[in-house]
């Protein structure tokens, strides 16, 4: 069983890189326990060591983090976003402290292939996030008892990345790149027609009213509706930036919340809670997922949701000239609640749709993310991942892009896994994902093989 020290080490210096970039201490290091618990989430014994870091912690606190931290295990974290929007000098450095707890979440417990995956991944997210260099794979070591436990990094993921800090922040986005941006990811044609036009609509309102003409007032807050891992974070992200671009808001950060984080145990609390995640967002975005799960009932516990409804409709209206909201969720609950209340539907006028991915998309979203983490996909594995689709079934839990990115974070693992007997690997046996990768055929094999 490993010690929290690395991860310990790594908070350390991530907290040395928030105090000098101005974050709060609390923001930093909520966000950083709740990376680490999200990816060592799988790892036997991982909430014990994970709770050592923590004073005071216990093992619920660390899957209520892990549920937290899921959204970062492929996108960058609200801190750093914030400290992206906001064009500090910090934000690589701060890119490679989130990289190097990514990598100390790996000690966490009996390291498997999973954790292997999801860290190197979201080390990657958080780099490229950033504009720091892309996350360099590095050597993997198995631990002592190789037939119960799976590999662990052996260097840490930014100390491989060799990111280093910028040394002058970056020149402020034009709404040009970031629709460019917006039209090179993959489908999404929809989508993009619609940001598209939404962008045109306010552009034209911003110069009509700086002209002195009278211009009706339109609503800046959206509607995203589809299925899980289409896109909807990536695409809110582009919107803050772009509304900031237009001079709509001041800052452009994007806070991505669910209920958990808008609801409290108590009547009262609730309101207080959600006041203070729209002021966290003020500037900004506030993209709320599975808003719908808000006003799900009509009793019980869903009486929370309605008074965290009720203080974001008051906080819309008090915040309207710096503030956009984004909420998601599947299409039909989403219309179930925006009727929820008169104050949303006044509020929310555009909904814009996202489509489920194709086979090709998806391919191509596969190789992405492959190659932002310093991978290569063979076309083998293509192949294979082609068939994995097939054989997949298409329902409303598909989790689009989200599944293809637990399909490499696996394929990391079992990348790694594979090369644990391999003392000197080339740099192309370091990069290369062959088709066997995707399946736990050679474990499985393997696994026969020894109970023979």
Not at 274 to 293: H, K, P, Q, R
Not at 337 to 349: E, K, Q, T
Not at 387 to 398: G, H, K, Y
């Amino acid at each position: 069983m490993s010690t929290a020290g690395g991860l310990q080490d790594a908070l350390s210096g991530l907290l040395t890189v928030a105090a000098r970039a101005g974050v709060a201490e609390d923001a930093a290091r909520g966000e950083a326990l709740s990376l680490a618990a999200a990816l060592a989430e799988s790892a036997p014994g991982a909430p014990a060591d994970w709770a050592k870091a923590v004073p005071g912690g216990t093992t619920q606190d660390f899957f209520d983090a892990a549920v937290r931290g899921r959204r970062w295990r492929g996108a960058p974290t609200a801190v750093l976003t914030e400290l992206i929007a906001s064009g500090s000098t910090e934000k690589a450095a701060y890119a490679e402290a989130l990289a190097e707890i990514a990598s100390a979440a790996c000690t966490l417990g009996e390291p498997t292939m999973r954790v292997v995956g999801n860290a190197s991944v979201a080390a990657a997210a958080q780099l490229q996030a950033a504009g720091a260099r892309q996350l360099q794979v590095g050597a993997i070591t198995p631990p002592a008892d190789a037939s119960h436990a799976e590999p662990a990094p052996a260097t840490s993921a930014a100390a491989a990345a060799s990111a280093q800090a910028v040394e002058a922040a970056e020149p402020a986005k034009t709404v040009e790149e970031l629709l460019a941006e917006l039209d090179e990811l993959t489908g999404l044609a929809r989508v993009k027609r619609e940001v598209h036009r939404q962008v045109a609509v306010l552009r034209v309102e911003k110069l009509r009213t700086e002209a002195g003409l009278k211009s009706p007032t339109i609503t800046r807050h959206l509607v995203f509706v589809g299925n899980p891992g289409t896109g909807k974070t990536t695409v809110a992200r582009l919107v803050s930036g772009i509304y900031k671009a237009l001079g709509l808001l001041s800052k452009g950060q994007l806070v991505e919340v669910d209920r958990s984080e808008l609801v409290a145990g108590y009547l009262g609390q609730t309101a207080t809670k959600t006041a203070e995640v729209v002021a966290s967002a003020a500037g900004g975005v506030l993209f709320i997922d599975e808003a719908y799960s808000l006003t799900a009932g009509d009793t019980g516990a869903d009486q929370y949701g309605r008074e965290a409804v009720d203080t974001l409709v008051k906080e819309m209206e008090d915040r309207r000239d710096d503030l956009v909201v984004i909420v998601a969720g599947y299409p039909e609950p989403m219309e179930a609640f925006i009727a929820a209340n008169p104050g949303l539907a006044s509020r929310f006028r555009t909904t814009i749709e996202f489509e489920n991915y194709t086979d090709d998309e998806l391919t191509d979203i596969l190789t992405g993310l492959a190659e932002a983490s310093d991978y290569e996909l063979v076309p083998e594995s293509l192949a294979k991942f082609r068939e994995i689709l097939v054989a997949t079934p298409r329902d409303n839990s598909f989790g689009n892009g989200r599944f293809a990115r637990n399909v490499l974070e696996a394929a990391i693992g079992r990348h790694a896994w594979r090369l644990r007997d391999v003392t000197a690997p080339t740099t192309d046996q370091l990069r290369q994902i062959l088709a066997e990768d995707l399946t736990d055929e050679q474990i499985e094999d393997e696994d026969q093989g020894d109970q023979a």
